[in-house]
């Protein structure tokens, strides 16, 4: 069965250090998205691909956050320097573009990384 | 902003015993999605919903999208300890999710 592909899936680092997430949607799906979530919370958008291109990063921190998918296929999500705050499990999702008449895409959610920041 | 309100955000019953949450919005939505999440998992989807009024059953849990499709339903029969988990609404406008403030459910056995 086609899943979404996370790594790592725990990392503790300290502040101020760089951690990055890697991300390997469901193949043929378009959309990628990239969610923080508090424990016991909803997710939260943080970026939306729409293959290569950035749909929504509204909610994004960018002046420590990045996130890249080059060639459409596989994410990173970067932080640069992780702040205490920033632990959290980050998911990534991916979906099919919605199908017409019949509502919005179904999001499939790969494992997650837990990130503990010392 | 398209905000999903959950209730109950806790939810602690006896097994055996029925519940029933509820995803509520003033938005209307093409569709909306359930998912359940373990700790340390992502969220494993349950069922979507598309049609206004449409109820959808998978085992014990039943799901119902509202007329208006601003709001859910998701009722589960005899909860086991399995049950046990947190579970989200998710509504879809176009290619864009909005998720619902999320509701802790535990089933003692």
């Known amino acids: 069965e086609a899943e979404v592909a996370q790594s790592p899936r725990y990392k503790i680092t300290e502040k101020s250090q760089a951690v990055a997430f890697w991300c390997d949607p469901i193949?043929?799906?378009?959309?990628l998205y990239w969610y923080r979530q508090i424990l016991g919370q909803g997710p939260e958008l943080l970026v939306q691909f729409q293959d290569e291109s950035v749909v929504d990063d509204s909610q994004l921190p960018k002046d420590r956050f990045s996130a890249e998918r080059l060639k459409g296929v596989d994410s990173t999500l970067k932080i640069q320097p992780a702040e205490l705050g920033d632990s959290a499990m980050y998911l990534c999702?991916?979906?099919?573009?919605?199908?017409?008449?019949?509502?919005?895409?179904?999001?499939?959610f790969g494992p997650g990384t837990r990130l503990t920041v010392l | 902003t398209q905000l999903l309100e959950q209730s109950p955000q806790f939810l602690s019953i006896q097994e055996g015993e029925n519940l029933t949450v509820y995803c509520n919005s003033s938005?209307?939505?093409?569709?909306l999605q359930w998912y359940r999440q373990e700790p340390g998992e992502g969220p494993v989807l349950l069922v979507t919903v598309v049609t206004g009024g449409e109820v959808k059953k998978l085992k014990r849990l039943t799901f119902q999208f509202g007329d208006a499709r601003k709001d859910s339903s998701l009722h589960i029969t005899a909860a086991q300890p399995g049950d046990t988990g947190l579970y989200l609404c998710?509504?879809?406008?176009?290619?864009?999710?909005?998720f619902g403030t999320g509701t802790s459910l535990t089933v003692i056995p």
């Open positions: 193949s043929g799906h378009a959309t």
């Open positions: 938005s209307v939505f093409s569709s």
């Open positions: 999702a991916s979906s099919l573009a919605p199908r017409q008449g019949l509502g919005g895409g179904e999001q499939f």
């Open positions: 998710a509504g879809a406008d176009g290619n864009q999710f909005y």
